[in-house]
């Protein structure tokens, strides 16, 4: 079924008018003919069944009951070069990722002035939309704004961890972590270069913990993928 997503207050009965990206899309691209039966995802208000009228309308019909993701994630990566950086947004996307925050590291290549990253956010947001287009998914990625590394602290859950290639404890694989199943998880991912040790201590210091993801040094945007992945198979397991 046709999928359109909103980031908007919406009702049962109400009739609105899609934006022209989204109109474009659904009623030129997808060819939608009228009174089709479509699903309306929204960011606060759930998911719906519709249909739309004459474009750019569509009424909400019905209100979906909806299965709560089984688990809150979410991902602190620090920026990284653009092509990689949107890659690595789109993947998280498909592999479940709730909340993506990025943030500057000593080791970041990449800088943002403040009108830059307002840019880069407006992209990255049309990114994260369309990915969730394409795998379907009942809910929107939330995107924080560019923070700092000492900004991460207000982002904690009840299970914490920055991926660090320089743990080798084996108690302290990514997979120790996900044993208790925890309902809500932050993991924090350098940038190119790693985190500098002084950068570790301080994200020790706010409670999160070391953890390795194995013998072999992955890229930022591989080891996104690679914890995301461990946290969705762990859900299986558990499920």
């Known amino acids: 079924m046709k999928q359109v997503y909103l980031d908007q207050i919406i009702n049962v009965n ?48 019905e209100k979906l009951d909806v299965l709560k993701e089984h688990q809150s994630i979410t991902l602190c990566c620090a920026l990284i070069k653009q092509d990689k950086f949107e890659w690595m947004l789109q993947k998280a996307c498909e592999l479940g990722v709730s909340k993506i925050v990025p943030f500057v590291s000593k080791n970041t290549v990449v800088k943002l002035d403040e009108k830059k990253a307002e840019k880069k956010l407006v ?12 795998c379907n998914r009942n809910t929107l990625v939330e995107l924080e704004s560019v923070v700092s590394l000492k900004d991460l602290v207000n982002y904690k859950s009840e299970c914490n961890v920055v991926a660090y290639e320089k743990e080798s404890d084996p108690s ?10 925890p ?36 890229r930022a945007e591989t080891a996104a993928c690679y914890v995301l992945s461990a946290i969705e198979y762990q859900n299986h397991v558990e499920g």
């Not at 302290?172 to 199943?181: C, E, P, R, V």
Request: glycine letters at 6%.
């Open 183 to 218: 309902y809500s998880i932050t993991v924090c991912i350098g940038p190119e270069g790693g985190f500098e040790e002084s950068e570790i201590k301080v994200l020790n210091d706010f409670g999160f913990e070391n953890c390795s993801l194995g013998k072999n040094i992955l």
């Open 172 to 181: 302290k694989h990514m997979a120790h972590y996900l044993q208790s199943n």
């Open 14 to 61: 109400d009739t609105l008018a899609l934006d022209s990206k989204q109109a474009h899309h659904i009623f030129d691209v997808l060819r939608t003919s009228s009174k089709e039966k479509i699903r309306i995802v929204t960011k606060s208000s759930g998911v719906f069944y519709g249909h739309v009228l004459d474009k750019p309308k569509l009424h909400i019909d």
């Open 123 to 134: 992209r990255w947001n049309e990114i994260l939309l369309a990915a969730t287009k394409q």
